[in-house]
């Protein structure tokens, strides 16, 4: 996508039309980080890929490969059909490609309903697939489309490395229609290694949401506002200072009893010095390795968690949504 931040486009500068097929990869993301909720987030090197192409007719058939397989929708009711279709009609001013048939094959590995950002990733590629079939992905900015990913979603923290990649801050600023999803992007100091335990079960984002208190004290404010701010400090210039900076006060232990096994495991890996939280809602757990390997740590978490949970250590994702 293009740098330059403007309003969202109607349609290609020239009138021409996109591309009849596209392929787009777009990583899973882990959201909160422990002390950052609602406003930090990592892009990880597992990778979701949507191949679309038009097809003649007016009907939208998915075939879904890897994660979601036999479990979501193949029809237009698939979130990532019904997402190229609105982006097809906010990208599109003639209004006619959002009405074209189209053929989609999904080859999905981030876990769904676990706490990596699933549904970000199928709007984030979703609108990329809808760009480049409009002819207009040159001109949609990383800006547009955290704007109208971040519309879709409801909150920032999964879309923005979504899009672009890294680690990224975000926030919510005012605009003549209402809120708008803003994003930065900071480098990630090479020592640092994630590694995502997942489990089998599943969690709800509404029912995560829902177990957290209208309000919370000042003080744990306070101290959530300090721990973030260390928690940039340590995953771009001192990961030694991880463990201390992945501390929380404002959701976690609020949310226990949605994830009781993974606030467990998470209480269990901290008591080892560990620097670990709960990743997004749940109740996928993020640890972090501060050598630049993960795979010694997840070494050390596979002896805790035995065949309870999946354990997986990834890169960092430099890149955020982009087409093949």
């Known amino acids: 996508m293009s740098a330059d931040v403007g309003g969202m486009p109607g349609g290609a500068a020239d009138g021409s039309a996109g591309a009849s097929a596209v392929a787009i990869e777009v990583p899973a993301t882990s959201a909160n980080l422990g002390p950052g909720f609602d406003c930090l987030g990592l892009a990880l090197g597992l990778i979701d890929r949507i191949e679309a192409r038009f097809v003649v007719g007016s009907a939208v058939t998915v075939e879904v490969v890897g994660e979601g397989a036999g479990r979501v929708p193949t029809d237009d009711t698939n979130l990532v059909a019904r997402i190229v279709r609105t982006g097809l009609a906010a990208f599109d001013e003639s209004?006619?490609?959002?009405?074209?048939?189209?053929?989609?094959?999904?080859?999905?590995?981030?876990?769904?309903?676990?706490?990596?950002?699933?549904?970000?990733?199928?709007?984030?590629?979703?609108?990329?697939?809808?760009?480049?079939?409009?002819?207009?992905?040159?001109?949609?900015?990383?800006?547009?489309?955290?704007?109208?990913?971040?519309?879709?979603?409801?909150?920032?923290?999964?879309?923005?490395?979504?899009?672009?990649?890294?680690?990224?801050?975000?926030?919510?600023?005012?605009?003549?229609?209402?809120?708008?999803?803003?994003?930065?992007?900071?480098?990630?100091?090479?020592?640092?290694?994630?590694?995502l335990v997942i489990p089998a079960s599943e969690a709800s984002t509404a029912k995560a949401r829902g177990a957290l208190p209208a309000s919370v004290p000042h003080a744990d404010a306070a101290y959530n506002v300090g721990r973030s701010a260390l928690l940039v400090h340590a995953l771009s210039t001192d990961p030694g200072l991880?463990?201390?900076?992945?501390?929380?006060?404002?959701?976690?232990?609020?949310?226990?009893?949605?994830?009781?096994?993974?606030?467990?495991?998470?209480e269990q890996l901290r008591s080892l010095r560990i620097p670990a939280a709960v990743s997004g809602a749940g109740p996928a757990v993020i640890a972090f390795a501060t050598d630049g390997d993960g795979s010694g740590l997840a070494a050390r978490i596979r002896d805790v968690v035995g065949e309870s949970a999946r354990v997986l250590a990834l890169p960092v994702s430099d890149r955020g949504v982009r087409a093949l």
């Open 242 to 266: 991880l463990l201390e900076a992945t501390e929380d006060r404002l959701h976690q232990q609020q949310r226990r009893s949605v994830y009781p096994t993974s606030m467990g495991l998470v």
């Open 95 to 195: 209004g006619e490609l959002a009405a074209r048939g189209l053929s989609l094959r999904c080859v999905n590995a981030v876990p769904q309903s676990r706490g990596f950002g699933s549904s970000a990733a199928a709007i984030v590629g979703g609108l990329a697939v809808a760009a480049h079939l409009s002819g207009v992905a040159d001109s949609v900015s990383d800006a547009e489309m955290i704007a109208l990913a971040t519309r879709l979603e409801g909150q920032p923290d999964n879309v923005e490395p979504g899009v672009l990649g890294g680690a990224t801050i975000a926030w919510m600023q005012a605009s003549e229609l209402g809120p708008v999803g803003r994003a930065t992007r900071f480098a990630v100091h090479p020592g640092i290694a994630p590694v």
